[in-house]
């Protein structure tokens, strides 16, 4: 049987800890972990939370029984409710339970420490396995088939834009020659692929297939799509004194993370207003001061907090009509800054 919490160190958990859990000390509040995993963060917040309930959601169904599980464990079932779907579904979550607005919510983005540990999934270039990288295994969606069938110009794409790797062509192009002949079947056959395309000089620190591995993760899982369009859905269901707590791990994610929460930092209107009116002041208040980083103790004792960013918000007034509208209407980040700009 798997202990959880031998495979599972949550990061930043005190910080994460004390910023969700001022919101969570009325009677009735409730909390929403949206990337539940083994449910490091949430039982802390339940703890540290008495009066407080918890929705867990995760895609991954062996991670949502084993979370299920600890909270058993941990005397705290009776305050959680698991659900099994994707985070850009937390509308639905919400509707489904007749729940209107919650108190906090929790993301901790990127891969868990089960994905990452059960190394037959193949997210990790350390161990060879087939290319899966699927966190919900009910999609039909996996590396493999992202690398057999999507074009040189696609694959180029998803390596430049989610894995910044500089040798995107070259990757891509020998990832295509091979397979016409040899298909394309394990992490470590890509492993060795890129190693032999990228110039030992203009190697990354550590392993050269990071970028690529990360690039194919966030395909395969549409992670960026569904962060983007999760965030607009959080902040119209979020209660006034209600907190956004957010951990990215690399800076694709930060930076949706910090551009969506931006919107309702700022007040909306032309930088030489003389008065700005009630409607249109600042909604969010910013709780981090830009990000929280782990400091060298908790990188010492896990490495995979070496990049993380935690950012937090507090709603502090309600969201005006109209942003709530743009929030409905837009799919990703890009729309709602581009509607925040015209006003």
């Not at 040798?167 to 692929?193: C, D, H, M, W, Y």
């Not at 119209?236 to 309702?264: C, I, P, W």
């Not at 009509?321 to 409905?328: A, C, S, Y």
Request: proline share 6%; hydrophobic share 40%.
């Amino acid at each position: 049987m798997t202990d959880v919490t031998t495979i599972h160190q949550p990061v930043l958990l005190r910080e994460c800890v004390d910023l969700v859990a001022p919101a969570l000390a009325k009677p009735g509040a409730v909390a929403v972990d949206c990337t539940l995993g083994l449910a490091g963060h949430s039982t802390a917040f339940l703890k540290a939370s008495p009066e407080a309930r918890l929705i867990g959601i995760d895609r991954d169904v062996e991670a949502l029984a084993l979370a299920t599980r600890r909270m058993e464990q941990e005397g705290l079932a009776e305050r959680f409710i698991p659900v099994h779907a994707a985070f850009d579904e937390f509308a639905h979550v919400l509707e489904d339970r007749n729940i209107d607005v919650v108190d906090a919510v929790f993301m901790d983005l990127g891969l868990s420490s089960l994905q990452i540990d059960e190394t037959e999934r193949g997210f990790s270039y350390s161990h060879d396995a087939p290319l899966d990288m699927r966190m919900d295994v009910t999609q039909p969606l996996t590396a493999r088939q992202v690398l057999s069938e999507y074009s040189f110009a696609d694959l180029v794409r998803i390596f430049r834009t989610y894995g910044e790797e500089r040798f995107s062509k070259q990757i891509a192009r020998e990832i295509v020659r091979r397979r016409e002949t040899e298909p394309l079947t394990t992490s470590g056959q890509l492993n060795r692929l890129v190693d032999e395309v990228v110039p030992q000089a203009h190697r990354p620190a550590g392993n050269p297939a990071k970028r690529v591995f990360q690039a194919l993760r966030i395909e395969v899982n549409g992670e960026l799509d569904k962060l983007a369009g999760t965030l607009p859905q959080i902040a119209n269901h979020l209660a006034v004194g209600g907190r956004l707590v957010v951990e990215s791990y690399h800076s694709l994610e930060d930076k949706t993370v910090k551009t969506f929460m931006a919107q309702g930092l700022k007040a909306d209107v032309p930088a030489d207003m003389p008065v700005i009116p009630p409607d249109m002041q600042p909604f969010f208040k910013e709780l981090t001061r830009g990000a929280i980083k782990a400091d060298e103790t908790e990188i010492a004792m896990n490495p995979r907090s070496a990049s993380v960013r935690l950012r937090a918000v507090e709603l502090i007034r309600p969201i005006p009509d109209r942003w709530r509208k743009r929030f409905d209407r837009g799919n990703d980040y890009r729309t709602m800054t581009r509607q925040g700009r015209r006003g």
